[in-house]
């Protein structure tokens, strides 16, 4: 079974242009999540999609911020401009329905913001 | 608020010496405590999930165990393959599922 992908795995560019990220969830996940770590601290969370529907959006720093998750199999999550505190690794993550079940990770997108 | 703190921040081992990591939280009704392994450069792996206090899990050389207030992951006989920071995150009953995580403990084995 084929893990989280997330493309690209590494992401450099300069303040003010626009990145988007991308997230493959594991086949038949209906959950995705989306997370941050910047420098020194601990891994936050952004949101969290069900199927192609955002339920929980409050962890999304500002509105320079857009995921999307079109016909609930991959996301997106673009930065629009970026800033220099936008720079941090991006994790997404995807488990299964029902209560209970692990997030499963990919290795992220070290993002760096010029 | 939620709270998640873990301790130490880094601990060093020799091969074989036991050893237990601590996990604290304060979570307005606990859903799960889950414990994840990251290796550099990589994504969190999931080690286990603790639902309820007095359960405990166990993989390999890793045990994990739950009470109201914190959690313990105990190595037990580490190998340097074990080296690795160890990350504990809750989520919360009144979440959907988002996990908070702690700062995670940082442990080396050697030989």
């Known amino acids: 079974e084929a893990g989280v992908t997330q493309f690209p795995s590494h992401s450099v560019i300069e303040k003010g242009q626009t990145v988007t990220l991308r997230c493959d969830p594991i086949?038949?996940?209906?959950?995705l999540y989306w997370y941050r770590r910047v420098m020194g601290k601990e891994i936050k969370f952004l949101l969290h999609?069900?199927?192609?529907?955002?339920?929980?959006e409050s962890g999304m720093p500002n509105n320079r911020f857009l995921a999307e998750r079109t016909g609930g199999t991959y996301s997106t999550l673009k930065v629009q401009p970026a800033e220099l505190e936008d720079s941090g690794v991006y994790f997404c993550?995807?488990?299964?329905?029902?209560?209970?079940?692990?997030?499963?990770f990919g290795d992220g997108t070290r993002l760096s913001i010029l | 608020e939620d709270q998640v703190t873990q301790s130490p921040e880094a601990l060093r081992l020799q091969e074989g010496e036991s050893s237990s990591l601590n996990c604290s939280y304060t979570v307005s009704g606990l859903r799960g405590l889950f414990w994840y392994r990251q290796d550099p450069g990589k994504g969190p792996e999931f080690l286990f999930t603790?639902?309820?206090a007095g359960e405990e899990k166990e993989k390999e050389r890793l045990k994990a165990t739950l009470t109201k207030k914190e959690s313990f992951l105990h190595i037990t006989a580490p190998k340097p393959e074990d080296s690795a920071t160890y990350l504990c995150a809750v989520q919360a009953a009144n979440s959907w599922g988002k996990l908070q995580f702690g700062a995670g403990t940082q442990v080396v084995v050697t030989p």
């Open positions: 999609f069900v199927k192609e529907s955002k339920q929980d």
């Open positions: 603790l639902y309820s």
């Open positions: 086949s038949g996940h209906d959950n």
């Open positions: 993550a995807s488990s299964q329905s029902g209560g209970h079940q692990p997030q499963h």
